[in-house]
Each structure stands twice: as structure tokens, then as C-alpha cells.
């Protein structure tokens, strides 16, 4: 069982940042591949980066590439997306995944684990 904390998120202006943390209980956490998802009200739920176990390879949607940068601290068990230069339509929640090996993915079906969720939300 893998369980999945996030914290971060907020309310900030459009150019502003964030930075949202995703904290895993397992002790096998450079096991995974981790990922960002994003649900905007009304929408479905899309991608947003993935990156592999060694932190070395990153993948990002097209939307929020060159804005967010995905990281993460095997030593700490913690995930994290770094989000620059904020648009209203990046409002949306955000949700950590983790998937068994070490291929990442885009597709959500394919994790295995879901952090509760944060709100992110950008003002005009």
C-alpha cells in the first residue's frame, strides 16, 4: 500500500508561481515512475509532466512545457512540480501519481496510486 500527500497549491495571480510537494509512504520510492495529472471543473482529467525513477528524464504536455518543471528526491520519498509564470488556464486540481517500474507514462489508467488532490487556482 502506497499512500500519497500532497501539499502546496493556491490562490496567486496570473505570472505567479507555485510549487506543490507529493510525499509517499513507501520506502521503495525510487521504484516508481511518478506523474502530474490535472482536473479543470467540467473537464477531464489531463497530463501534465511524468518524470522516470533515476529523475534524470522528464516529459511535459505541451501546454506547460517551458513553465513547470518536474523534480523529484528519491532520498525524501517527494515529488514535486515546480509551476512558473501561471495562466488562469492552469486553474485547475492537482493530483500525484506513481505507476510500478520505472517507464513513465502520460495515460492516466496506468498508475497505480492518486494523491488526494490540490487546488491551484490563477487569477486574472
Known amino acids: 500500500q502506497v499512500q500519497l500527500v500532497q501539499s502546496g497549491g493556491g490562490l496567486v495571480q496570473t505570472g505567479g508561481s507555485l510549487r506543490l510537494s507529493c510525499a509517499s509512504s513507501?520506502?521503495?520510492?525510487?521504484?516508481?515512475?511518478m506523474a502530474w495529472f490535472r482536473q479543470a471543473p467540467g473537464k477531464e482529467r489531463e497530463f501534465v509532466s511524468t518524470i522516470t525513477c533515476s529523475g534524470i528524464t522528464s516529459y511535459y504536455a505541451d501546454s506547460v512545457k517551458g513553465r513547470f518543471t518536474i523534480s523529484r528526491d528519491n532520498d525524501k520519498n517527494t515529488l514535486y512540480l515546480q509551476m512558473n509564470s501561471l495562466k488562469p488556464e492552469d486553474t485547475a486540481v492537482y493530483y500525484c501519481?506513481?505507476?510500478?517500474?520505472?517507464?513513465?507514462?502520460?495515460?492516466?489508467?496506468?498508475?497505480?496510486?492518486w494523491g488526494q488532490g490540490t487546488q491551484v487556482t490563477v487569477s486574472s
Open positions: 513507501g520506502r521503495t520510492f525510487s521504484s516508481y515512475a
Open positions: 501519481a506513481v505507476k510500478y517500474g520505472c517507464v513513465w507514462s502520460s495515460h492516466a489508467p496506468q498508475y497505480d496510486y
